[in-house]
């Protein structure tokens, strides 16, 4: 069973940035999307952007103009970068990836921006 594993977390000052990375544990074959989510307690998981497999992306508008991301495509797996962090961004941030046979989910890492 593949597992998604989230790196690059971790605290950091408003403005400041950070570049989150996913490893798989193994190989993921026909990947069409790719995405981060992120989750504050006591809300809802949201999107914060994704890429497809033909390198169409879309972003929140909340973090539009500030994350990119980005895929290996050999791995089949998604980064974020996250400049101009602000506090509101704070969350548990979550990789996932999208094959035609079935999702998969990482177990987060956590982010937390100070003011």
């Known amino acids: 069973q593949v597992q998604l594993v989230e790196s690059g977390g971790g605290l950091v000052q408003a403005g400041g940035s950070l570049r989150l990375s996913c490893a798989a544990s193994?190989?993921?074959?026909?990947?069409?999307?790719m995405a981060w989510y992120r989750q504050v307690p006591g809300k809802k998981r949201e999107l914060v952007a994704y890429i497809t497999s033909d390198n169409s992306t879309d972003y929140a508008d909340s973090v539009k103009d500030r994350f990119t991301i980005s895929r290996d495509s050999a791995k089949n797996t998604p980064y974020l970068q996250m400049n101009n962090l602000k506090p509101e961004d704070t969350a548990v941030y979550y990789c996932?990836?999208?094959?035609?046979?079935?999702?998969?989910w990482g177990q987060g890492t956590q982010v937390t921006v100070s003011s």
């Open positions: 193994g190989s993921i074959f026909s990947v069409n999307f």
């Open positions: 996932h990836v999208r094959s035609i046979y079935r999702d998969y």
